[in-house]
């Protein structure tokens, strides 16, 4: 396998993400004493940074492997909205799939980092499901991109508000009718309405919740399996790819499965993995990878990521030298 000429395909390829985006802020700062009005840290502020999160950091890891990203999402027209776009411009993102709508919030996550250590969140966010005048604003939007020529279609779903049972359906037809790829990265609340798609990526923790089951991976595979048939009657999807933290990833695809260890790595920061794997499995898929080998490489992929602080895309070099040590 020429892995040069694998991930030079991937700069061929014309990548739709539909999902919740925001701002993942971080202040950063030395601390060196107690307040004396509360016990707690005193942050002597050094740097603050805005990054691109939610489903843009998908966008982010599509860009970074050369793939032409095309982000549809909704925004509010405040000033987070603005700095979003500003953020969008800034690497060179396209705002054309960008609803900006009054009526929302642009969600803004602030992390303060005190010497290296995570010490609370802020989060600034509306997170009720969009109206119908938004839903079809959005879907406007999607049925133009679709008509301009897409390889895949990737749903992230941060519970945000964008990705309602209406939105998903008639995206997911929209798609099969093209006989455009469609991947989807779930979380628990529109679980069972990605009915038909190419793939679907929950992790283990996702999946015990979304068939409200619960097992011990580690005593063994069989309840694991049983409960990946379940999700499969209800989505007939047809692969399904599961991570598993330290235990590597699943994907089945029919009736082949395969279990792919994880790697051994120096885990700083999980934030954003799940993002970089959705967004490389979806690109091995629009080139015609085997689903282990599409498994393989995402699975080094999300590892990689986690040796960063912060949420950070993938690096393709790194990537690039670590696919060939594997195949």
Do not use: W
């Not at 840290?41 to 998908?58: F, H, Q, S, Y």
């Not at 793939?67 to 396209?94: H, Q, T, V, Y």
């Not at 803004?108 to 009720?128: A, F, M, N, P, Y």
């Not at 009718?177 to 469609?182: A, E, H, K, P, R």
């Amino acid at each position: 396998m020429n892995v040069d000429s694998i991930f030079e395909q991937f700069t061929q390829k014309r990548i739709l993400v539909l999902g919740d985006v925001m701002i993942d802020a971080y202040l950063r700062g030395n601390v060196s004493r107690i307040s004396p009005e509360a016990p707690v840290p005193i942050i002597e502020l050094k740097k603050k940074e805005d990054r691109l999160g939610g489903a843009a950091n998908v966008a982010l890891n599509l860009l970074a492997l050369g793939a032409k990203p095309i982000l549809c999402a909704i925004i509010g027209n405040d000033d987070g909205g603005k700095s979003f776009l500003n953020l969008l411009e800034n690497r060179n993102l396209s705002s054309a799939g960008i609803v900006q709508d009054e009526l929302r919030k642009t969600t803004i996550k602030t992390r303060v980092i005190g010497d290296s250590q995570h010490l609370l969140r802020i989060d600034e966010e509306e997170v009720g499901a969009i109206s119908e005048g938004q839903e079809n604003a959005i879907i406007s939007k999607v049925e133009s991109l679709i008509g301009s020529g897409l390889d895949a279609i990737i749903l992230e779903d941060y519970n945000k508000g964008l990705l309602t049972p209406r939105v998903i359906k008639t995206v997911i037809e929209m798609a099969n009718n093209s006989g455009v790829i469609i991947t989807v990265d779930p979380k628990r609340d529109n679980f069972f309405e990605y009915k038909g798609v190419t793939l679907f990526k929950p992790n283990l923790k996702e999946l015990k919740e979304g068939l409200n089951v619960e097992f011990d991976f580690e005593k063994g595979k069989e309840k694991f399996e049983e409960a990946i048939d379940l999700l499969e009657a209800k989505l007939n999807n047809k692969m399904t790819f599961v991570t598993l933290s330290e235990h590597g990833v699943f994907i089945k695809c029919s009736d082949e499965k395969s279990y792919i260890p994880a790697h051994v790595r120096k885990i700083a920061d999980v934030s954003g993995a799940g993002d970089t794997v959705i967004s490389i499995a979806t690109l091995c898929l629009t080139i015609g990878m085997s689903p282990e080998m599409v498994a393989a490489i995402a699975n080094l992929s999300g590892g990689l990521v986690c040796e960063y602080s912060g949420v950070v895309p993938i690096d393709k070099e790194l990537l690039l030298r670590e696919v060939k040590k594997i195949v």
